[in-house]
């Protein structure tokens, strides 16, 4: 990873005493945790218990030492963690939609959120190269980090570079996503997603959007619209189902991307064009599919974003703006999950009433059961919820009037 520029020098600088000798580097978040305000050198010989109450306490602890024991020391704290009080659900006793449901659903998130703050201050050190430094059975990360951070974060003027073991971890797992990809045999070969980029690894959307019926405006108008399209996975799908042209819009440069990238290597680029844009593109389509953070709330790290919509924004957006952007008899797809509303988060009123107030009318709502291995995990507080969720496509069209 030569060249380049350093970090950015608004990153904020971790200063410390390590072998008598005064150290500075610069601190990385992505989920935009501050940096420690005190600095503890550990290794091999540290004890669990102390290293969970220096982290409760928030001291951060730079790993010098095996790299196979930092992941042990990370697992025992995380043990901790889960010893010391994460808040649990008892399903049986808090009715599904209710006030109650929503009231506990914050609390746990506010339990991860605590959780994820002291498993966060095991800190690992980056080098120019994106070397983890002072580590026996390092691993190569530079890849990983360089497609996380950008490979300009680097190079050798750059100074060190801080961040949590968590984070890294993240970042690592999240390049061998992209390396492998994920086999969806609806959109003709593998998805690779980016850093911060969903994963399409729920079948259920996937799946509706492969088998609802095309829209009849589709012989007059061969063209739709993808809003959000995030690794360009259901844009893939619409052109594999023969739509003539398809224009997929996001607003993150990430996405657009990846996006793009998918695409070629499925061989559709020429059909589907990758486009910046706030939701809708100008002009009107036969179809328009949209599949929104299911979850209204403020997001808590970068691939939060796919899951919480702070104040219901984008939602809100695709359907006062779906009207506008649909040509005569055209379509709105909406893909939504009823998590919300058995989390007490959202109620099918609210979603009708937003929907008939947008102009719109509901054609019909095809279901799918859910899949994904969180459903079957009985370990979830919310499990009884998730193995209930049924994710929707709303077939909307604008109303006529009279």
């Not at 095809?366 to 994710?391: G, K, N």
Request: aromatic share 6%.
């Amino acid at each position: 990873m030569a060249g380049g520029k350093a970090p950015e020098p608004a990153w904020p600088r971790v200063r410390w005493i390590e072998d008598g000798t005064q150290r500075e580097a610069c601190w990385y978040s992505a989920r935009g945790a501050p940096a420690p305000r005190r600095l503890r050198v550990v290794d091999d010989r540290t004890d669990a218990d102390a290293a969970y109450g220096d982290a409760c306490q928030g001291t951060g602890l730079l790993w010098r030492g095996d790299h196979r024991n930092a992941r042990q020391l990370l697992a025992a704290l995380s043990r901790r963690a889960a010893r010391h009080g994460a808040h649990r659900v008892d399903p049986r006793a808090t009715p599904p939609g209710s006030s109650a449901m929503a009231q506990a659903f914050h609390r746990e998130r506010q339990a991860r959120a605590q959780r994820a703050r002291t498993l966060g201050m095991l800190l690992v050190e980056l080098d120019a190269a994106a070397r983890l430094v002072g580590q026996r059975s390092a691993p190569e990360v530079a890849g990983a980090v360089a497609d996380a951070l950008g490979s300009s974060a680097f190079g050798p003027a750059s100074p060190p570079l801080l961040m949590s073991l968590r984070e890294l971890q993240g970042m690592v797992g999240a390049w061998q996503w992209r390396l492998q990809g994920i086999d969806v045999p609806a959109a003709g070969g593998r998805i690779h997603p980016h850093y911060g980029v969903f994963a399409p690894v729920r079948a259920e959307y996937v799946h509706l959007v492969a088998t609802a019926p095309l829209p009849a405006a589709l012989a007059a108008q061969d063209f739709a619209v993808d809003v959000g399209t995030g690794t360009g996975v259901l844009a893939a799908v619409l052109a594999r189902r023969g739509v003539g042209r398809v224009l997929a819009t996001d607003r993150e440069p990430r996405a657009l991307d990846c996006a793009r990238e998918n695409l070629a290597r499925l061989g559709l680029a020429a059909r589907v064009e990758v486009r910046a844009a706030d939701l809708f593109p100008t002009g009107r389509a036969a179809l328009a599919v949209c599949n929104p953070p299911w979850l209204p709330g403020r997001p808590g790290s970068p691939l939060e974003h796919a899951i919480y919509d702070p104040d219901s924004r984008m939602l809100q957006g695709f359907l006062h703006g779906l009207v506008a952007h649909l040509a005569e008899g055209g379509e709105g797809w909406l893909i939504l999950s009823d998590l919300a509303e058995r989390l007490g988060l959202r109620t099918r009123a609210e979603l009708l009433g937003r929907i008939e107030a947008s102009g719109l009318h509901v054609v019909d709502r095809l279901e799918a059961r859910p899949v994904h291995p969180r459903s079957r995990d009985e370990e979830d507080p919310f499990h009884a919820v998730r193995s209930a969720e049924v994710t929707s496509l709303w077939r909307l069209a604008a109303r006529r009037r009279t």
